[in-house]
């Protein structure tokens, strides 16, 4: 076996990798760069390397750099994880060619999946179903344009070279079809320097059914079990599960096959993915293949009770298939939630910010969290801004989605935006437990997708004020007490002494009178609001605050930061801040300010000065974590003013560019 791999990745994937390998006693190298110096994996590999700066070109793409540590550490192999270069035909055949092992499939076999037109074109050649489209070379606007019309819309531009959603638009007539196919170019060609495009059919109710398939170098493939990967949003995937419900035994099998039947294709070596639409009559068609390991193979590995990368490891090495395909046992139902940075309230744009607070879930045999990242820790523009997975594993699916529900409830991040509170809402849908699957799910059901326990505006505000007395408390206990002029207490000259409490909750502001007794661990309170008053027991254990009141008990944990906090109940989290007297709020811009949504950079400006735009209009085009996002003209208008250009970076926020409507300047 080896002696010492490097990982030539980040985060969640670099931190899997080194923790299968060094159970198997393998030393680990790692790389990083500026922006990771501190990071997780740096932290659990023996020996780490510096690349260069943060963005991805100066550092985790940079394959000359990457190859000459990995020789000048001893290293006889490269795990690349997935994104970066895991699929990058260049980077697999020079690890080749100076004697280092490239744990995934040879570099023909990547050139082969790698673009997704040649991919369908080797499938169908192979016997494999595939969806109804064009997979052509020639790239001509006008030839894309005409193949458009022919395949007939709702349709799907994807990049032949992409992955994760990017450089993919869903086009629903002609009239879009321009500008969704530079979009979509742009967006490719930065992400995989490739924009070539393939068209294919869009299935209305489709399912994304994938296949795990792994191949070794003595000629055996196998297929473990099957996944569905339907839940997505923007074409990402949000909620991952195997086996896939409701599929027939036959289909099953036939799709196996299918997948094994891809690999042969191509002589495939290692761990692959074949992915496929399943249509509503039991259909299915052959989608792409991704040559390395996937995001949501832990599900996998919970139903069959394999370690993928350690499969990835010994086949690699040369040994044979740890199992072949009659040994291949399933047992219960798995589910994964990625944990993202970003907002699912506009659009599930990517957040930034440190993670200042961050509580998990216990790991045990049924809850599992893979992440590359600590409390503390910066979610920056650079990178993919997911966090980590949640993986969960029961008897059988009803039971794995209890398992999701509670486990989410206990997952709590607060200084950066996320999707927790969707996740959990999603996984607690009554849609979602009757496995009513489509790739449109969270279109479809958008109007369901709400939390079935909310936190009531008033209990949010007893409970709030909870954690901030005991802050207050906290504070004066460096006071002297011997004084009862200091004492927050009900000591006072023929008077009860009231404390007043002003709370700010989604902007509106709301007054609490307080009357405190303090005894011991447990405190008291007599807290009135709107003319009513609640008796009040309070109680910590770190963050956790047991409450009663009037007579009912509940618990809530908070993150209190100065004067803001946040709340985390039934799986979703309640943001509350105090008042005080220096408290200013910002003059808010216009409503029809436009603004960036996130930090990120400017891809470009596609007006000028003093141009005429109309409402819908494509303006300014801006980056952030490999996705790009339109700022279209709300209204009809005039260009006032361009703040930036096509480079620049810009901040959350940040004003693009004026427009005057019906000659007010916004």
């Known amino acids: 076996m080896f002696r010492k791999i490097l990982i030539a990745n980040r985060g969640e994937i670099a931190c899997r990798v080194i923790q299968t390998a060094q159970k198997m006693g393998i030393r680990c190298v790692a790389v990083y760069s500026e922006a990771d110096r501190h990071s997780r994996h740096v932290a659990l590999a023996d020996e780490a390397f510096l690349l260069g700066p943060a963005p991805s070109s100066e550092s985790y793409l940079r394959q000359d750099k990457i190859l000459d540590i990995a020789l000048k550490s001893g290293a006889q192999a490269i795990h690349p994880g997935y994104g970066f270069l895991s699929e990058n035909t260049h980077f697999a055949e020079d690890c080749a060619k100076n004697g280092v092992v490239f744990i995934g499939p040879p570099a023909s076999a990547i050139a082969a999946m790698g673009s997704k037109s040649a991919a369908k074109a080797i499938m169908g050649k192979a016997g494999v179903p595939l969806v109804p489209g064009y997979h052509g070379d020639n790239q001509s606007p006008d030839v894309l344009r005409e193949e458009a019309l022919k395949c007939g819309f709702p349709?799907?531009?994807?990049?032949?070279?992409?992955?994760g959603g990017k450089g993919m638009r869903v086009v629903e007539k002609i009239e879009e079809f321009e500008e969704a196919l530079s979009a979509a170019k742009r967006e490719s060609q930065n992400a995989f320097g490739n924009s070539d495009m393939l068209i294919e059919r869009y299935l209305t109710q489709p399912r994304h059914v994938e296949i795990q398939v792994f191949c070794d170098t003595h000629g055996n493939g196998v297929y473990l079990s099957e996944r569905d990967c339907s839940i997505q949003r923007r074409h990402q995937k949000v909620l991952e599960e195997a086996p896939a419900p409701n599929l027939a035994p036959e289909t099953r099998k036939a799709m196996g096959e299918s997948a094994v039947k891809a690999t042969q294709a191509i002589d495939y070596v290692g761990a692959g993915t074949v992915e496929f639409l399943y249509d509503v009559d039991g259909s299915f068609f052959f989608m792409e293949m991704n040559t390395r390991l996937q995001v949501e193979h832990p599900v996998t590995e919970m139903i069959t009770g394999q370690d993928l990368v350690e499969w990835q490891l010994r086949i690699a090495y040369g040994e044979p298939l740890p199992l072949q395909q009659n040994q291949i046992t399933l047992h219960g139902h798995a589910l994964e939630a990625r944990v993202y940075a970003e907002d699912p309230n506009n659009d599930f744009l990517p957040a930034t910010g440190t993670l200042q607070y961050l509580k998990t879930p216990l790991d045990n045999r049924h809850v599992r969290v893979d992440t590359g990242v600590v409390e503390g820790d910066e979610v920056s523009i650079h990178y993919d801004p997911m966090i980590a997975k949640l993986i969960v594993w029961d008897e059988n699916r009803e039971r794995a989605i209890e398992r999701m529900v509670q486990a989410l409830e206990h997952y709590r991040i607060d200084g950066v935006t996320t999707n927790l509170g969707f996740l959990h809402t999603l996984s607690d849908s009554n849609a979602f437990r009757a496995a009513d699957l489509t790739t449109n799910f969270i279109d479809i059901?958008?109007?369901?997708?709400?939390?079935?326990?909310?936190?009531?505006?008033?209990?949010?505000?007893?409970?709030?004020a909870c954690f901030f007395l005991k802050t207050q408390s906290e504070n004066a206990s460096v006071v002297d007490h011997s004084s009862p002029f200091v004492s927050n207490h009900n000591w006072r000259l023929n008077s009860v002494f009231t404390q007043s409490l002003r709370l700010v909750i989604?902007?509106?502001?709301?007054?609490?009178a307080i009357v405190s007794n303090d005894s011991g661990v447990t405190s008291s309170y007599q807290i009135t609001y709107k003319e009513q008053t609640f008796t009040v027991e309070?109680?910590?254990?770190?963050?956790?605050?047991?409450?009663?009141?009037?007579g009912y008990r509940t618990h809530v944990f908070g993150s209190l930061r100065d004067h803001n906090l946040m709340l985390f109940s039934g799986g979703q989290r309640y943001s509350s801040t105090r008042f005080v007297e220096t408290f200013e709020q910002q003059e808010g811009r216009s409503e029809s300010s436009l603004t960036a949504p996130m930090n990120g950079s400017v891809v470009a400006v596609l007006v000028e000065k003093n141009q005429i735009v109309k409402q819908g209009q494509t303006l300014v085009i801006v980056e952030a974590m490999k996705m790009e996002h339109a700022i279209k003209a709300p209204k009809n208008g005039t260009v006032e003013e361009i703040f930036f250009h096509a480079g620049e970076l810009v901040n959350d926020g940040a004003e693009l560019l004026s427009l005057n409507f019906d000659g007010e300047e916004s």
Do not use: C, M, W
């Open 506 to 512: 989604a902007g509106e502001t709301h007054d609490l």
């Open 445 to 464: 059901h958008q109007a369901d997708l709400t939390p079935k326990y909310v936190l009531e505006t008033e209990q949010q505000l007893i409970l709030s």
């Open 155 to 163: 349709l799907l531009l994807k990049a032949v070279a992409g992955g």
């Open 538 to 550: 309070a109680n910590f254990q770190e963050d956790r605050l047991n409450a009663v009141i009037n």
